[in-house]
């Protein structure tokens, strides 16, 4: 049944002998439908029009309003209103709007992944090219540590053996060693100097430009330069 159907209290279902409901017959009110209501444009029966949702519409005998609507039916049919050829162009002309619309956001989806791709893929070679900026600074500056450490551990073994040597009786050992002994002490000797290493402290974000509106490629060109190694900060060490 239908929302029609149920507001004009109409229904044309086949009952079995032993329900109460007939054809014709009002579901509302169980009364034989006698009118049409020419403002809802729906079978009714005597109670929808005195008491019912119907109360106060106009109404018209069912063969009269049989009648009218057949007229209007015929008129339509000599206007060229029911010509399917009519209808069907319209719809051709509206499926081939869809198609117009899905062509076009398929087209569009696929520049938008086609561009995202790109960028994407411009940001992780950035960043690839920042990672091995940093990398290369600090292998730079840790070598320059490393190279420091490794001269004081010369140092300290020499300490250790002139120490070792200094407790030794034996003479001619001491002379044999002479060449390393004096050489250990003028080194011990130097004094401690400081050497300067910079550390990276942070990145430098800022997407520089001098256009306040950029287009793809310049955009795509600023990300290219994008993301720079930012302040350094001095450390000294003692060595």
Same mark, same amino acid.
């Given at each position: 049944?239908?929302?029609?159907?149920?507001?004009?209290?109409?229904?044309?279902?086949?009952?079995?002998?032993?329900?109460?409901? *007939? !054809?014709?017959?009002?579901?509302?009110?169980?009364?034989?439908?006698?009118?049409?209501?020419?403002?809802?444009?729906?079978?009714?029966?005597?109670?929808?029009?005195?008491?019912?949702?119907?109360?106060?519409?106009?109404?018209?005998?069912?063969?009269?309003?049989?009648?009218?609507? *057949?007229?209007?039916?015929?008129?339509?049919?000599?206007?060229?209103?029911?010509?399917?050829?009519?209808?069907?162009?319209?719809?051709?002309?509206?499926?081939?709007?869809?198609?117009?619309?899905?062509?076009?956001?398929?087209? !569009?989806?696929?520049?938008?992944?086609?561009?995202?791709?790109?960028?994407?893929?411009?940001?992780?070679?950035?960043?690839?090219?920042?990672?091995?900026?940093?990398?290369?600074?600090?292998?730079?500056?840790?070598?320059?540590?490393?190279?420091?450490?490794?001269?004081?551990?010369?140092?300290?073994?020499?300490?250790?053996?002139?120490?070792?040597?200094?407790?030794?009786?034996?003479?001619?050992?001491?002379?044999?060693?002479?060449?390393?002994?004096?050489?250990?002490?003028?080194?011990? *000797?130097?004094?401690?100097?400081?050497?300067?290493?910079?550390?990276?402290?942070?990145?430098?974000?800022?997407?520089?430009?001098?256009?306040?509106?950029?287009?793809?490629?310049?955009?795509?060109?600023?990300?290219?330069?994008?993301?720079?190694?930012?302040?350094? !900060?001095?450390?000294?060490?003692?060595?």
């Amino acid at each position: 049944m239908n929302s029609e159907q149920a507001k004009s209290g109409f229904s044309n279902k086949q009952y079995n002998s032993d329900e109460t409901q *007939r !054809v014709g017959e009002c579901i509302n009110h169980k009364r034989q439908l006698e009118a049409f209501c020419t403002v809802c444009h729906v079978l009714i029966c005597p109670t929808c029009l005195m008491f019912g949702d119907h109360k106060g519409h106009l109404v018209d005998q069912m063969d009269k309003a049989t009648k009218d609507l *057949r007229t209007q039916m015929d008129t339509a049919a000599k206007e060229g209103l029911l010509k399917l050829e009519k209808t069907e162009t319209v719809l051709v002309d509206i499926r081939h709007t869809k198609l117009t619309f899905e062509e076009s956001k398929q087209k !569009v989806l696929k520049e938008i992944e086609q561009t995202f791709t790109k960028i994407f893929q411009l940001i992780k070679q950035r960043k690839d090219e920042v990672v091995n900026l940093i990398n290369q600074h600090y292998e730079l500056q840790v070598n320059n540590i490393d190279t420091q450490e490794q001269i004081w551990m010369d140092k300290q073994s020499r300490a250790y053996d002139v120490i070792k040597l200094a407790k030794s009786s034996n003479d001619q050992q001491l002379l044999e060693k002479a060449t390393y002994i004096l050489e250990s002490l003028d080194i011990l *000797r130097q004094t401690p100097t400081y050497k300067n290493v910079y550390i990276v402290n942070s990145i430098d974000t800022t997407f520089n430009t001098n256009n306040i509106s950029l287009n793809l490629s310049e955009f795509q060109k600023g990300l290219q330069n994008w993301i720079k190694l930012g302040e350094s !900060v001095l450390i000294q060490f003692k060595c």
